[in-house]
């Protein structure tokens, strides 16, 4: 088939999908006659493959790795280079010794003992080393073939102890064995040297950490110490995996059962490496030699808390039994668990089976965490919502268990919150229901929180949140509809707070629930602290349905539905504050702003009725927010309500902080910014206060004139009442942006005129 293709003009060394030549086939599947056809007809020899998992191997290296020894000589006899890299910087004899996920046959393994000889004779380079500094000794440290890994060795140039860790941890004890028996003074004098690439571990952690006594036994015998180690001892690995005979050797020749490491892990002793992987018998040796039951691991965690952390029931027993303190609380105060107990943590976990078997053996409930949570605090929080995975079924049984024992359900956290204030916010109905029957308190109040507003009851939260659920749930079962918080407000106050673009989507609901608590009793006309009732915050709000709602329940007045508004603008003002009062606050500002609404219903009843109500009863137009209403009206371009506040003595020429008149305000509104859109009645708005004498030469923060941003803004109309006035035009130079607008139209500006 080659010679076929070939004759047809066949490219030899041509590339398949897989970045494979006809060679490199012929190598790895060591089909002779084909790689030596291929071979004669000019095929490459060194080409290097493009697959993305072999990338940059040769022919040799594909020969080598699969232990064709036969193409392997071929090879060689055609001057394949020996020490040829591919991109992981392997050579063909890594290839050769390199351990494949495969179950070599007897046969394969004596090939490649083959190969390696042959690679050795013609000049193979056993200290080149991979991208990993890896030797090809390493690789053969980690094969069950001894002769590969001693022919290796009489090679190589620097034989350490990553050979002997390499051999260890594969578990190849002929290999770890006869570098012993052959590594000499050298080897044997830094035998106690750690290796940084197991985590700082030397030969002997890495025996006891594979249960391999026989090379515990010769380490030692050889001189490893046994108690070595910063952050752990070869004891403390033999307890972790529960190696029983490994950990009884180590003892019998002296290790430390209390030993505590140092950095990272410090204070872990070999009891907690136990409790942490629940080996029992493994504990009860250690307990036997003398190992301390409350040893401090990282300043906060004994071995029982580790234990508990670990869902190890077995170990959590048995070290109970022998006095470990099951009450004993983090003492870490940067700890995420600080003041905690063994309880706490196994009810935030929703280890069932760990807390009946905590408070079986005496375990308190009422302990105070540093935030000054409880154990059933945190069988709730970690009950909500997309919080956790933890069942809520789990949940319910955790906090069944702790009340039986006594625990108290209306504690506050540091947050201010109990449990049953986080079952209701985190939607834990059923447990809320479970501790209602236990005796919570559904009106406790919210403590002083950063996240809550103090004094909240459930009540409050749930009107405030727009929760008619809620509401409905803690009215039926008891919630007091009228309690007030730290700010003299109840639920009904807070249902009607929220502003109208925030709730609009939730307007009927938050509704329903304004008639709910009215259903169930709501006082109506409690006053804040602010001296503030819900109808007055409704409109402050401009939640003018449940005002409308509100008012209609006081039965002072039954008003037609076009006079809602006026009505109850006039009753704000005459029963909630003097006109003295609405000035100095900006309620003035929410009036004005609700005379100026587009709504059909207000344009008509509202605009001057309002402005004309609020003169009559001497309201003061020239204090801090009683002359706002001129610059807000002339915004607006509300003429009508301008001359009324004119002919009452408004002052055309009060400045404002950035030293803005009524006549700039004109602009604020964007009036100035596009020609020959300026309506008559604005036009009739610039002519009243020019009448009155406003300053047109005023300049503002930005030293500009209203004629300057007339003329900028091209309102060639206005420029020409500025101007019949006879002031005198005074562009600013300072501002280059606005000089260009101001010269841009000078033809047109004198046509006008």
């Not at 990338?55 to 020996?82: D, N, Q, R, W, Y």
């Not at 046969?107 to 990993?132: F, H, P």
């Not at 108290?408 to 049953?420: I, M």
């Not at 401009?542 to 329940?553: G, M, P, Q, S, T």
């Amino acid at each position: 088939m080659c010679q076929l293709h070939l004759s047809k003009g066949a490219y030899i060394d041509s590339l398949d999908l897989k970045g494979y030549t006809p060679l490199h086939w012929a190598a790895k599947t060591g089909q002779i006659s084909v790689a030596n056809y291929l071979l004669k007809k000019g095929a490459n020899l060194h080409l290097k493959s493009k697959n993305s998992e072999d990338c940059g191997k040769t022919p040799l290296h594909f020969a080598a790795a699969e232990g064709k020894l036969e193409m392997c000589h071929l090879l060689v006899s055609k001057g394949a280079h020996i020490n040829s890299l591919d991109d992981k910087r392997l050579t063909p004899l890594h290839w050769a010794v390199k351990e494949e996920n495969i179950v070599e046959t007897r046969k394969k393994g004596e090939d490649k003992l083959e190969i390696v000889k042959l690679l050795l004779s013609r000049g193979a380079n056993t200290n080149i080393s991979d991208r990993y500094d890896l030797l090809p000794l390493h690789y053969a440290a980690k094969r069950n073939n001894l002769d590969i890994f001693q022919l290796l060795y009489s090679k190589t140039f620097t034989v350490n102890l990553t050979f002997l860790h390499w051999a260890i941890k594969e578990g190849q004890i002929p290999v770890a064995t006869y570098l012993l028996d052959k590594g000499g003074i050298k080897l044997l004098e830094n035998l106690n040297l750690r290796f940084n690439l197991y985590m700082g571990d030397s030969p002997l952690h890495t025996a006891a950490t594979n249960g391999e006594l026989g090379i515990c036994q010769l380490l030692v015998s050889k001189g490893a110490h046994i108690n070595i180690g910063y952050s752990r001892t070869p004891l403390h690995c033999a307890a972790r995996e529960g190696h029983i005979s490994v950990a009884k050797y180590l003892l019998r020749k002296g290790a430390n059962p209390n030993f505590q490491c140092r950095g990272d892990h410090y204070g872990y002793t070999p009891l907690h490496a136990a409790a942490e992987r629940g080996k029992l018998d493994m504990c009860q040796l250690l307990v036997s030699k003398g190992a301390r039951i409350d040893a401090l691991y990282d300043n906060s965690h004994t071995p029982l808390y580790t234990a508990v952390m670990n869902g190890q029931l077995s170990v959590v027993s048995y070290l109970i039994e022998k006095g470990g303190n099951l009450n004993f609380q983090i003492t870490k105060a940067n700890n995420v668990d600080f003041g905690g107990t063994p309880l706490h943590f196994a009810a935030r976990q929703g280890q069932i089976d760990m807390c009946q078997l905590l408070v079986s053996k005496g375990a308190q409930t009422d302990i105070l965490d540093d935030r000054r949570r409880t154990p059933l605090h945190w069988a709730v929080i970690r009950g909500g919502k997309g919080y956790c995975t933890i069942k809520e079924e789990n949940k319910i049984e955790i906090v069944k268990v702790l009340l039986s024992r006594g625990a108290p359900t209306d504690v506050l956290d540091l947050y201010g919150l109990s449990p049953l204030h986080y079952a209701v916010e985190n939607n834990n109905i059923s447990i809320a229901s479970y501790l209602l029957e236990k005796g919570a308190n559904i009106n406790l109040k919210y403590g002083n929180s950063p996240f809550y507003r103090r004094g909240y009851t459930l009540l409050h939260s749930a009107a405030a949140q727009c929760q008619l659920d809620k509401c409905q749930f803690l009215l039926s079962k008891g919630a007091q509809v009228d309690a007030l918080d730290d700010k003299r407000r109840t639920p009904l106050h807070w249902a009607v707070n929220e502003t109208e673009r925030f709730i609009k989507e939730k307007q009927r609901e938050k509704l329903e629930i304004v008639k709910l608590l009215i259903s169930r009793g709501a006082t109506v006309d409690v006053l804040d602290e602010n001296d503030l009732t819900p109808p007055v915050i409704a409109v402050s709000k401009r939640n003018f349905a449940i005002a409308e709602y509100l008012l209609k329940k006081k039965a002072i007045y039954h008003p037609p539905k076009k006079e809602n508004y006026r009505v109850l603008l006039k009753d704000l003002i005459n029963s909630y504050f003097t006109i003295e009062e609405a000035t100095k606050t900006k309620i003035y500002s929410i009036l004005c702003n609700l005379a100026c609404r587009e709504s059909n219903d207000l344009k008509s009843i509202c605009r001057y009725v309002i402005v004309n109500y609020l003169l009559e009863k001497r309201a003061n137009l020239n204090s801090k927010y009683g002359d706002w209403a001129l610059r807000f009206f002339a915004a607006k371009g509300r003429l009508d309500n301008c001359q009324l506040l004119v002919s009452k003595g408004a002052h055309v020429d009060a400045l404002e902080d950035k030293r803005y008149t009524p006549l700039y305000w004109l602009r604020r509104e964007n009036i100035f910014v596009i020609e020959n859109t300026f309506t008559e009645e604005k036009q009739e708005i610039v002519k009243l206060l020019l009448s009155k004498d406003s300053p047109i030469n005023v300049l503002d923060k930005d030293r500009f004139t209203p004629l300057q941003y007339a003329v900028s803004e091209r309102n060639f109309a206005i420029a020409v009442i500025l101007l019949q006035k006879r002031r005198i035009y005074h562009p600013n130079k300072k501002k280059d942006e606005y000089q260009k607008y101001c010269y841009a139209k000078p033809v047109i500006l004198s046509q006008t005129l």
